[in-house]
């Protein structure tokens, strides 16, 4: 018999948010002035996706919108970027794919010895990235963890295609996660479905994205949502015992057709997309960060987060909103 020499970490403690914070670049474009691009108007735009405005970045970079949105979280909770273990940034817009976007970030905030690594997993990456912190944190492998969701998803939309340059803005939201004596970031329900992945792609050579914007939607709208209340189950919560639901904001009527069906009916839920627009792995960070920073839910509630997009990616899990 074999006997190994390695030595299994114990199980020690939980992990949970401990702040949040947010950044939008200044320049706002009105759904008006998009339309008008197509022959249409806001109403037109508003009817189909509930977005009014949505923010662009004029020269800011995914890594300058991360660090901004990141200082604001370390802010939150009173720590410094030397006090990170691991910085994990989770994007899909990022300009190029060497050096990693998360090691320039963890250098500008003074987390130089920290580990760092790009994390893409499109729409869902927020949620990939906040299990693998919360993992990270649970077994020792780190005791303080920076996740941030930052894209520029402007950067890549065909500015003469209708179904992409309607819904897209840019943003990032940053959690950081830290020990807890009680469980604040429930157990992952993740999968994903590269069987259709064509729906949401940037072909070789090309620098825009293609978007089957009317398959996706069915697809978010008749064929994911178990995988929230799965994520509910694993937490031991009941959805009609949520606190909030903040769901991907990919478009307002996927939304509401999502809350709809997950049953959260004494939730608050986030509809950031109508100010922000689909800011994929920044949306659930950014509307996190507006529900806590607006009053819109208590403190320590609970909170089912839902992402899904690209590759095709799903991720859900149940958190306690922090005080911070």
Not at 80 to 99: F, K, N, R, W, Y
Not at 169 to 176: E, F, T
């Amino acid at each position: 018999m074999v006997v190994s020499t390695l030595r299994q970490r114990r199980h020690v403690r939980e992990a949970k948010i401990i702040g949040l914070g947010s950044y939008l670049p200044s320049t706002v474009v009105a759904s008006d002035e998009v339309a008008a691009r197509f022959g249409r108007d806001e109403e037109w735009v508003l009817a189909r996706t509930g977005i009014a405005t949505r923010r662009r970045a004029e020269k800011e970079t995914v890594s300058q919108l991360a660090v901004k949105a990141a200082t604001r979280a370390l802010a939150r909770c009173a720590l410094t970027g030397g006090d990170m273990d691991l910085v994990i940034v989770a994007s899909c817009s990022v300009e190029q794919p060497m050096p990693d976007v998360a090691s320039g970030v963890a250098r500008a905030l003074g987390a130089e010895e920290a580990g760092a690594f790009d994390l893409n997993a499109a729409c869902a990456g927020f949620c990939y990235a906040l299990a693998v912190a919360a993992d990270a944190v649970r077994m020792g492998s780190a005791r303080h963890v920076l996740v941030i969701g930052a894209e520029k998803m402007t950067a890549w939309v065909d500015p003469e295609d209708l179904g992409t340059s309607i819904i897209f803005g840019d943003g990032a939201g940053a959690a950081v996660v830290g020990p807890a004596e009680e469980p604040g970031i429930g157990p992952v329900a993740w999968g994903s479905d590269g069987t259709r992945a064509e729906l949401i792609e940037v072909p070789d050579g090309k620098r825009t994205m293609n978007m089957d914007g009317r398959a996706v939607f069915r697809w978010a709208t008749t064929e994911i949502y178990p995988v929230a209340q799965r994520a509910c189950d694993l937490a031991g919560v009941a959805p009609a015992d949520l606190d909030a639901l903040v769901p991907h904001q990919a478009n307002l009527r996927i939304v509401n057709a999502l809350a709809t069906k997950i049953g959260a009916t004494n939730a608050v839920i986030a509809d950031d997309v109508i100010r922000y627009g689909n800011t994929s792995a920044a949306s659930i960070p950014i509307a996190l960060d507006t529900l806590i920073t607006e009053g819109t839910v208590e403190h320590n509630g609970t909170a089912l987060l839902f992402g899904f997009g690209a590759g095709l990616c799903y991720a859900a899990q149940v958190v306690t909103l922090p005080t911070a």
